[in-house]
């Protein structure tokens, strides 16, 4: 006889799951990029991986922030401190050999080729640009490919080989084709300015191209590997300085790469006959989150109306009904995440409306779907059609229509999900329910909270990387919906910068002196304002805001946005007439004695194509300059988002200062991504470069567009799967 | 016959919302766990009986995660088509048809559903000699699309010695049954065991997922059909 638990445990010995062949993730250079030691390499990294790397070699410290925007487009936007640079002091002109240069770049990399796209032989074929859009520090093209030669017992062999332009061109060059072709392409400018320009002109100019390449040895020891290569860049320009002790001796490059965990590599390196390098990358991707993502409540499960349940309707008529099915209904919802903000029964007892607010769960039609099951579990056998409404910030998004026999169906069956985005409809909501619903009786309503709000400060000169903690307070007092009184207090609290001084900038300093905003450790009043938000109708949204709107202005806004559901555009528009606030007094307004009539046209537009959205705005910025802004990002269902924005305007290159125009990167990560329950917090960070005057916008807390945007017909589709969840 | 409740409206339901699940889980944990619902009370772990199972005539399943000892309790919430939804006491969800799991929430990462080609011995028992050489299992878990990520594996099965295994004091004479599964995204091999004479699967390690791994499932008392 055997008992179950050793029947079992021999069952246990047999069950089990192999994933497919298991091929490493190629590992990042020191440029934060997929690749070699220093050189690039043509793979990719997945779709949509995020990495956060430090390297440091020689007298060079690089820290990158890289992204896999799309399957063959890579991208990195990158913080380098080279020691001894050495540099003139463009004010006295005196050399300075031990001038630190802190600079910042961007690279982009395309995928041509994919190995065994065409034929088995064929290698990864990559096409980068490093250093497009920068001081030209590291300006350089390459073509690339990269060849894996996976073995039975030995681990995976990748080899590289590649052509540079620009900086990987100065070891052991041979004449540039195109110099050949054209005398225009033998001349390679490094002189950018201010920087932060597009450097097209420079691409694949100058007298030479060189050749470098290496391998990457994947040994079978999980997580190991060896590299070698071979570098084409002579850091000429690093041994300019005297003070510089950077002398390379060899082109040939060594290391060994580790992964201590998924997700956490390190390596270092005998670089350039001469020093040591150590890189440390940390990387995720948005699609798979840190943590089993699921450990909450389940659904409540869902059984049919019986055949035989009374139907009588007479009760969608007796407001005494009414409120007792609202009010039991209001408590279950609560339990279940969701607050009810209005119920509407149809007189003929055959649909209800509710109004939601999901407090609790990061995807929005994960909200919907368990409110249909409460729905179907509560309401009247009569009821055929459920209309739910969520609600955001006040505002009534969409209103998704439900048919009570389709749920039923559909539930727990395979394909539930596709069945079901077919059979529901999603129309924009009206701007209130009909007369006679009940609404929830709770307004005023007074909602407070503290959280620690850690904060991250990149890219900043002399002060690379700062980590600080504020405190913030954030109270509202609800009148009504959509009608709101906001305070949000902010207490610093760790490695909080002194006050720098005023700034530098030619314009007058509506964001450069921001940095004074946020020093030292007297409370800061964040936000002091009224705002209301409304809509028109089922496709136009609304909002007047007054009071302190933001750390540094104060005044009066108002802003309409035409967002219908089933579109994949909409059309925006803001106006505020704000005064800057002092950066010592809460309320005073008199150190800048600074006010400015502020706008924009927005134009919103999801492409649809892996979650990238774009955003026009055009208009008058706080400075008083002229000009346009474009926003690009991919964003993810889960609430990542990884984008970047460049912003042009009629402020010259000389009067903006470093960088020529405003540009910056910035990453959302929800905060669910990282822990196993359900919350909507969202944590941003801006890789945005220093702060200037030229192309700054007002930051407005509530924009309409970012609070509807995830209810729209594209964005519920792509998020469906969380439905039945 | 073990079945399970109709649905109640919203004046049970509204008891949900302090904590329960649902009536029919309430009512079968308090039969078979007592004080298992309890708020702020010690949990006193009651073994599982068949008495009790007897007793309280819903239609029950005990699963745990393979290389955990505990096993959570769950019993027929609902039904449709034949998917039956089991719920424990934190409403951790497991949707079976037959003794195939479909669909699980709550335990980690959700298996959003799941189907098989037929016959297919899990979904209806067949008795072990009559099994087919192997079934076509297809996956689905979820992704930003409303469909969801798609895994289908080809499975085979093979048989085992015949051997005797007690779950929750009922004896039961089976054969062990390895289906071996391949596909695009992997392999993995569950492991059966089916009733020698009618095929009925009492236990099962099944795979429900790339990062849930395999589930230790057992089938305490048999969904046969609802109660009106």
Known sequence: MLVAATAMAVAGAAGGQERGPVVGRPSVNLYGMTGLIDMPSAQDQPDAQVTLSYSYFGETQRRNFSFQILPRVSGAVRYATIDNWGQRDEDTGVYDPSYDLFDRSFDVQFTLWREGDWRWWMPDIALGFRDFLGTGVYSSEYLVATKTVPTER????VL???????????????????????????DRENDFGEGGKLSWDTFFTGQNVALFGGAEWRTPIDGLTFKVEYSSDDYKREQKSPSNTFHPESQVNVGAEYTIREGITLGAYYMYGTTVGVNLALSANPKRPLVPPDLGTGPLPVNPVPVDAPDGTGWARNPASIDKLATALAEILKAEGMQLEGFYADPDGRGVEVAIDNVRFQQNPKAIGRTARVLQAGMPASVQTFRITPMEDGLRTSTITIDRRDFEAEVDRPNAGEESWESVEIAGATPALPAGAWYRPAYPDFIWSIVPAPFLTLLTPGDPIRLGLNIDLETQVILRPGL???????????NIPNDPGPSESNLHPVRSDSPRYYADYAPKIAQLSVDYLFKINESTYGRTSAGLLERMFGGVGAEILWKPVDQSWGLGADINWVAQRNFDDPFGFDYYDYDVVTGHASLYWDTGYYGLEAQVDAGRYLAGDWGGTLTVQRRFPNGWAVGGYFTLTDVTESDFGEGSFDKGVFVEVPFRWTVPFETRSNNSI?????SRDGGAQLETSNALYPIIRDFDKGRLGRAWGSFWQ | MRRLLAPVLLAALAACSNGQVNPIVDAAVDEILPGERAPDQPKTRTPVTREALTRADVAAIRVGLLDHPSRTLLFAASENGGYITYSSV???????LGAYITGVRGVGWDLLSAASSRPDPLVTPIPPGQWPAGVKRTYIFPNFTPQGRVEVYDCRFEFGAVQEMVVVEQRHRGVLVTETCTGDYGTFENLHFADVGSG???????????????????????FTGRRS
Do not use: H, K, Y
């Not at chain 1, 900086?167 to 072709?181: D, H």
């Not at chain 1, 709101?484 to 760790?494: D, G, L």
């Not at chain 2, 236990?203 to 008392?221: H, M, T």
């Open chain 1, 160 to 186: 590289t080989l590649g052509l540079g332009w620009g900086r990987l061109s100065r070891v052991n060059g041979i004449a540039n084709p195109f110099c050949q072709v054209s005398d225009s392409m033998c």
């Open chain 1, 686 to 690: 801006s890789l945005t470069s220093v």
């Open chain 2, 200 to 222: 009925q699967v009492w236990r099962s390690l099944q795979w429900v997922g790339p990062q849930q791994g395999i589930i230790d499932l057992e089938i305490l008392v048999p």
């Open chain 2, 90 to 96: 934190l409403r951790q969800n497991f949707t079976l």
């Open chain 1, 154 to 157: 030995a681990g995976d062999f």
């Open chain 1, 484 to 494: 709101s009184v906001t305070a949000n207090i902010s207490q610093p609290a760790i």
